[in-house]
């Protein structure tokens, strides 16, 4: 999965694609470079990051979203947003995934996705953005983030979703600190086991940063090193803005990995 960021504040490429023709050459780039998912967002989640408003959020994805259904009609488009408005927006505009970092916290927007045929990405957060890093003690990280993702998939199934439908994320960096991330991601083989698709988004997050010293571009290696966990794994997604390196990365290490079998 791609990413694409229509923000002015985004932690690693806020501002650099803003211009929906930007945003569109960006999404392009990475699927020429073999990303299979494009995920667009207009709402900054980095920690801090201050609401925007749903006619704002709209006007900078809806327009990007779907010039690229019109060029792309065999692309898989993803919305990351936590707003019912906006989602339902990007699905009529023909997206595939709602990715809602909220875990689908705000009214409405299981029933919405359950009436169409997209997929929800339920990601694990606690508090919002401007919050989320005040408090990221767990008596049991894993247990405690596996659990909600658990509670959060029940009542999607229960609002009618499919379960190939409903997709979890463990939230790298949303609420945890280092010690809780690198955690999170050497138990993510154990989250793929709760029967659902699964997606690990670590790229170029704060946590490669604070352990290597390494400046918001140059966080590749890092990123890298933090996918092995999803090496192997069937019906898991990375989320990344470096799709061609991931690529390569993956393919490298599910060969190694076979050749040791």
């Not at 065999?74 to 505009?93: F, P, R």
Request: glycine share 10%; aromatic share 4%.
């Amino acid at each position: 999965m791609g990413i694409v960021n229509c923000t002015p504040d985004s932690f690693s490429d806020g501002g650099r694609f803003l211009d929906g023709d930007d945003a569109l050459a960006e999404a392009e780039r990475q699927l020429s470079d073999g990303a299979a998912i494009i995920d667009v967002g207009g709402e900054s989640t980095r920690p801090g990051a201050a609401r925007v408003a749903d006619d704002e959020e709209q006007r900078r994805v809806i327009p990007v979203l779907s010039e690229l259904r019109r060029r792309h009609p065999e692309a898989v488009l993803s919305v990351d947003t936590t707003k019912v408005s906006v989602a339902a927006a990007a699905l009529d505009a023909g997206v595939d995934i709602v990715n809602d970092v909220s875990a689908a916290a705000e009214p409405g927007m299981l029933e919405l996705v359950a009436g169409s045929a997209a997929a929800l990405i339920l990601m694990h957060r606690r508090g919002t953005p401007e919050t989320m890093q005040a408090d990221t003690r767990y008596d049991d990280v894993v247990a405690e983030v596996h659990g909600a993702l658990r509670d959060s998939a029940e009542r999607a199934a229960a609002a009618g979703i499919d379960g190939d439908r409903i997709w979890l994320d463990p939230g790298i960096g949303f609420g945890k600190d280092d010690a809780g991330n690198l955690a999170l991601m050497a138990a993510f083989p154990d989250l793929a086991s709760f029967g659902h698709p699964v997606v690990l988004g670590p790229s170029r997050k704060s946590f490669i940063g604070r352990l290597t010293g390494a400046g918001v571009d140059d966080r590749l290696p890092g990123t890298l090193a933090s996918l092995i966990p999803a090496v192997g794994l069937e019906r898991t997604v990375v989320r990344v803005h470096d799709p061609a390196a991931a690529i390569q990365f993956l393919d490298i290490a599910r060969r190694l990995v076979g050749a040791a079998a």
